[in-house]
């Protein structure tokens, strides 16, 4: 009998793989969204917890410590936006950049987090129905923060291949959004 190797297969992330591989399943979601409206929820998850991880990445800087608390979990997502729109806390790098979200940013922020990802993480029974005419323009939104955080702060360390991934993504997500329908 033929004895076979068998060679260890690792699933690898880090913070910032992990939020790039967010940001890549919103693409892939958005372009199933004509076959499905199902979709769209897959869509916001995925689209929040690419704003989670590069919120966490941009207020975290070198110091992956700072964002978390003393029970060692990490900090929520408007703690960590807070601290990205803080300029003493971005400035802990000199050539940091603070976020500085537009009202319309904020409102799509708690639309895509509050009101749509924690009721479709913590579904209640229910029926529910959501008219997605404008949801692009809140994706957007989001994306353009997405986008700030991970390239502009100064503080998420990305390899230039990387960030060219990053830019791509969001790109093709907007130029996909932008010729929907429900744009």
């Given at each position: 009998?033929?004895?076979?190797?068998?060679?260890?297969?690792?699933?690898?992330?880090?913070?910032?793989?992990?939020?790039?591989?967010?940001?890549?399943?919103?693409?892939n979601?958005?372009?199933?969204?004509?076959?499905?409206?199902?979709?769209?929820?897959?869509?916001?998850?995925?689209?929040?917890?690419?704003?989670?991880?590069?919120?966490?990445?941009?207020?975290?800087?070198?110091?992956?410590?700072?964002?978390?608390?003393?029970?060692?979990?990490?900090?929520?997502?408007?703690?960590?936006?807070?601290?990205?729109?803080?300029?003493?806390?971005?400035?802990?790098?000199?050539?940091?950049?603070?976020?500085?979200?537009?009202?319309?940013?904020?409102?799509?922020?708690?639309?895509?987090?509050?009101?749509?990802r924690?009721?479709?993480?913590?579904?209640?029974?229910?029926?529910?129905?959501?008219?997605?005419?404008?949801?692009?323009?809140i994706?957007?939104?989001?994306?353009?923060?997405?986008?700030?955080?991970?390239?502009?702060?100064?503080?998420?360390?990305?390899?230039?291949?990387?960030?060219?991934?990053?830019?791509?993504?969001?790109?093709?997500?907007?130029k996909?959004?932008?010729?929907?329908?429900?744009?």
């Amino acid at each position: 009998m033929k004895k076979y190797r068998i060679y260890p297969i690792y699933l690898r992330l880090n913070e910032r793989t992990n939020a790039i591989d967010n940001l890549e399943q919103v693409y892939n979601f958005l372009l199933q969204t004509n076959n499905s409206s199902t979709i769209w929820k897959w869509v916001i998850i995925t689209l929040d917890a690419a704003l989670y991880g590069f919120s966490i990445c941009a207020c975290a800087g070198t110091n992956l410590g700072t964002v978390t608390i003393k029970d060692g979990s990490l900090i929520g997502l408007n703690e960590a936006l807070k601290r990205c729109q803080d300029n003493r806390w971005m400035k802990r790098l000199s050539f940091g950049k603070h976020l500085v979200l537009s009202p319309s940013q904020k409102e799509s922020i708690r639309w895509v987090h509050k009101e749509f990802r924690n009721k479709f993480i913590h579904y209640k029974p229910r029926a529910w129905s959501i008219e997605l005419h404008g949801i692009a323009k809140i994706v957007i939104d989001v994306l353009d923060v997405i986008r700030f955080l991970a390239i502009n702060t100064g503080h998420v360390r990305l390899k230039t291949n990387q960030k060219r991934k990053v830019k791509s993504l969001i790109f093709q997500c907007k130029k996909f959004l932008k010729k929907s329908p429900l744009y």
